[in-house]
């Protein structure tokens, strides 16, 4: 059975930084496309990041140059390192998985296009000034 848990959110002030982190079993983390959603209140959830199978990694535009997406294997997870965070950064974030998912869907998407097909509970992330 695949499973994906998320760790790390929380809060922190405007201009912090965070790690969340995502542990994978049931399946090799290197086989998988993974990627991060995040959901922020009345909002659609949208596209963070994603790291393809061959480590290519894709950004949201309001992520590029602040977030950044690694994989460790010999843990079987994946981390998203978030540096200079705003307030507009507030929002459930979601880990994602499957193994080879469409091109179309490292340009975007939203989580009711179900572009991948496992998913995390959530983290909370919290960003105050």
């Known amino acids: 059975e695949v499973q994906l848990a998320e760790s790390g959110g929380g809060s922190v002030q405007v201009g912090g930084s965070l790690r969340l982190s995502c542990t994978a079993s049931?399946?090799?983390?290197?086989?998988?496309?993974m990627g991060w959603y995040r959901q922020a209140p009345g909002n659609e959830c949208e596209l963070v990041t994603i790291?393809?199978?061959?480590?290519?990694?894709y950004y949201g535009d309001s992520m590029k140059g602040r977030f950044t997406i690694s994989r460790d294997n010999a843990k079987n997870t994946v981390h998203l390192q978030m540096n200079n965070l705003q307030s507009e950064d507030t929002a459930v974030y979601y880990c994602?998985?499957?193994?080879?998912?469409?091109?179309?869907?490292?340009?975007?998407?939203?989580?009711?296009?179900?572009?991948?097909?496992?998913w995390g509970q959530g983290t909370q992330v919290t960003v105050s000034s």
């Open positions: 790291i393809s199978s061959d480590d290519t990694t």
């Open positions: 994602a998985a499957d193994f080879h998912i469409a091109p179309k869907w490292v340009y975007g998407g939203t989580c009711s296009d179900k572009p991948f097909g496992y």
């Open positions: 049931g399946f090799r983390n290197d086989d998988f496309d």
